[in-house]
């Protein structure tokens, strides 16, 4: 049986060009840890990261351990994606990210299949809980919709984000458009490369941004 994958299905949220384009983004679910800080240098940032892969494998092997809930299905696990915004403004080539890494807000996440129900979810948080004594209790799980959007995919380190961030914006009033940040529609970004072992100038992120008319 062929494993469901969601970056193959959804070519067109996974793989956008390096041109940026628009998009109509669908109602999908995630397992949500949220927190503020330097994601370089907060601990709670590297602990949302071992409780999002934590649960999210535990789901997927629950099969090995004769627990797979009903309707499981084999799939590779999504990318980690991330939402991120500042308390007192949305996260633009305005906002200036240089230098206010520590006020930074986000909800780190990582996209399930639809049999992940809010008692799979319960399930996997005892059974992680109990195995790893980690503290699951911060993790969510919820249903997000971000609509129509601007997207375009960045090559390269994060920090040179600004600039490929200021292109989408150009594109986005290029288009009779603005950007529309609130509430889970925010500066989105789906990292498609491993930091730990992809050298920085290979790194490639989807970066999004919900837009509306004026």
Not at 33 to 53: F, K, M, Q, S
């Amino acid at each position: 049986m062929t494993a469901l994958h969601f970056a193959k299905l959804d070519p067109a949220l996974y793989a956008p060009g390096t041109d940026p384009g628009l998009v109509d983004v669908p109602t999908m679910r995630f397992i949500v840890v949220e927190g503020r800080g330097d994601p370089n240098t907060a601990p709670a940032y590297a602990a949302a990261l071992e409780c999002l892969y934590g649960l999210t494998y535990t789901i997927k092997m629950s099969p090995k351990s004769g627990d797979a809930p009903p309707g499981y299905v084999e799939y590779a696990v999504p990318p980690l994606e991330g939402l991120w915004w500042f308390d007192d403004e949305p996260f633009t080539p305005a906002a200036g990210v240089a230098g206010r890494k520590d006020d930074l807000v986000w909800a780190a996440m990582i996209r399930q299949p639809s049999f992940v129900t809010p008692e799979v979810f319960a399930w996997a948080q005892q059974r992680l809980a109990h195995r790893k004594k980690l503290d699951v209790s911060g993790a969510h799980l919820e249903d997000i919709t971000e609509g129509r959007c601007a997207q375009v995919m960045h090559l390269g380190p994060y920090d040179d984000e600004p600039a490929t961030v200021a292109r989408l914006e150009a594109f986005i009033a290029s288009q009779g458009l603005r950007t529309d940040m609130a509430g889970r529609r925010a500066h989105h970004e789906i990292y498609l490369g491993d930091p730990r072992r992809t050298a920085p100038a290979k790194l490639r992120t989807v970066i999004r941004h919900p837009v509306a008319q004026p």
